[in-house]
Structures are given as structure tokens and as C-alpha cells.
């Protein structure tokens, strides 16, 4: 089939033609923010209150970048003759954000909601080590968790 010379060249020049009056699917960051979806997935937050060290988390995640240490303390009864109980003391708790492919296994399977995501992205660095995040800087990030959805009436 005969092609008409040049036809190649109009169709290009007509999609150029065509994103220049279109409103751009990106933004001019850092002046401009981003509309992000209330629950998206930027960063986890960790409620160290919460977490029970179970390591569950730990062992679901597929790309083994958290991780967690522990030790146990003992708890005396509160009566004579009861039984010492243990309890897990969070040592370490780690997210490595250079490995993290978010996608969202530890938040759901942590069973004490000691995970929640948050929308903040701004965490970029220049030095990959920086990307890990520690017991602390994950729960600065709390601040930023979104709250729930309002309940159905
Ligand atoms: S979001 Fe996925 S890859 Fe990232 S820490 Fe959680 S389980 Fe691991
Ligand atoms: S699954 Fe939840 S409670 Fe268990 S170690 Fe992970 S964050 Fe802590």
C-alpha cells in the first residue's frame, strides 16, 4: 500500500499539537504539591505502643527490610504467689525504604495495628544508607497517618 511522504512527520507534529493545549498529568514539585488519594501509600508509620514484637511483619515482608530486635523483660505478679509473666521490649525496628516495595503485606498482617500508612513522600535522599528508618523516625510519621474513614450511619 502506497503511503503518502511525510504522513509520519503530521502525525507526530498532531500529538505534539495536542499535549500543548492539554492540562499535564504531572506538577512543577517542589512549589506545587501533588493531590494524592487520601489512603495512598507514602510512608509506614509504626505505634511502637502497639507492636508486640511478634515479627510477623518481618517474616511476610517479600523483600526482607524490616527488621526487628527484641528482648524479653520479666513482669512480677502483682499478688504473692502469681506467676511472672514476659513481655517483648521493642529493641530495633527498622524499615529499609531503599528495598521497600510498598506493597502493603506488614500493614495488613500486623494483628495489633502497630502499622498504618501515611501519604508523605518527601523522605528522598542522597545517600541510599539514609533510606532506612529507625524505631523513631518510623513513629515520627504517625503525625501524618490520615484518620479513618468516618463509620457508615
Ligand atoms: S510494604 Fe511490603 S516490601 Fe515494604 S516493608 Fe512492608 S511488606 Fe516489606
Ligand atoms: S506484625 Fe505488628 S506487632 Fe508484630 S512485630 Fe510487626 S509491627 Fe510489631
Not at 19 to 46: C, H, N, S, Y
Not at 124 to 130: A, M, Q, T
Not at 139 to 146: D, G, I, K, Q
Request: aromatic share 10%; proline share 8%.
Amino acid at each position: 500500500m502506497a503511503t503518502i511522504p511525510g504522513i509520519g512527520l503530521v502525525k507526530g507534529l498532531w500529538v505534539t499539537l495536542k499535549a500543548l493545549f492539554t492540562k499535564p498529568v504531572t506538577v512543577m514539585w517542589p512549589d506545587e504539591k501533588e493531590q494524592l488519594a487520601p489512603r495512598a501509600r507514602g510512608v509506614i508509620a509504626l505505634d511502637v505502643d502497639n507492636c508486640t514484637s511478634c515479627m510477623l511483619c518481618g517474616r511476610e515482608c517479600p523483600d526482607w527490610c524490616i527488621y526487628i530486635e527484641a528482648h524479653k523483660v520479666e513482669i512480677q505478679p502483682d499478688k504473692p504467689g502469681g506467676r511472672v509473666r514476659t513481655r517483648n521490649e521493642l529493641d530495633r525496628f527498622d524499615i529499609d525504604y531503599a528495598l521497600c516495595m510498598y506493597c502493603g503485606i506488614c500493614v495488613e498482617v500486623c494483628p495489633f495495628d502497630a502499622l498504618y500508612w501515611s501519604p508523605d513522600y518527601e523522605y528522598s535522599e542522597f545517600k541510599i544508607s539514609n533510606m532506612l528508618h529507625d524505631k523513631e523516625r518510623l513513629t515520627e510519621w504517625l503525625a501524618t497517618v490520615p484518620d479513618p474513614p468516618a463509620l457508615e450511619k
